[in-house]
Nanobody
Framework: QVRLVESGGGLVQPGGSLRLSCAAS????????MAWYRQAPGKERELVAA???????NYVDSVKGRFVISRDSPKTMVYLQMSSLKPEDTAVYYC??????????WGQGSLVTVSS
């Protein structure tokens, strides 16, 4: 079992920055990929950014050049640095990890609101 606890959400003005953090505990040795998803009101959950155990990263087109995903070596933390935020980035952001056996675990969700 892997437990994920997120922090760092909140209200920010357009153009501002915010960093989300996700702390993993439990069977962290089994973690392979780590990612951030988001779900805006009335929309489906979408993959925002992901990082593999080998260090490869990928991003949804709408956040490329603005968001950066990073993780620490022991695989206990994953971060999402968000810059040049736009109102359309408003959503609940979820931390996700996938183990080597293909099992997914989710954080509780962090609300990010971009508004003036």
């Amino acid at each position: 079992q892997v437990r994920l606890v997120e922090s760092g959400g909140g209200l920010v003005q357009p153009g501002g920055s915010l960093r989300l953090s996700c702390a993993a505990s439990g069977a962290t040795f089994s973690i392979d990929d780590m990612a951030w998803y988001r779900q805006a009101p009335g929309k489906e959950r979408e993959l925002v950014a992901a990082t593999t155990s080998g260090g490869t990263t990928n991003y949804v087109d709408s956040v490329k050049g603005r968001f950066v995903i990073s993780r620490d070596s022991p695989k206990t933390m994953v971060y999402l640095q968000m810059s040049s935020l736009k109102p359309e980035d408003t959503a609940v952001y979820y931390c996700n990890v996938r183990t080597r056996l293909g099992r997914d675990y989710w954080g509780q969700g962090s609300l990010v609101t971009v508004s003036s």
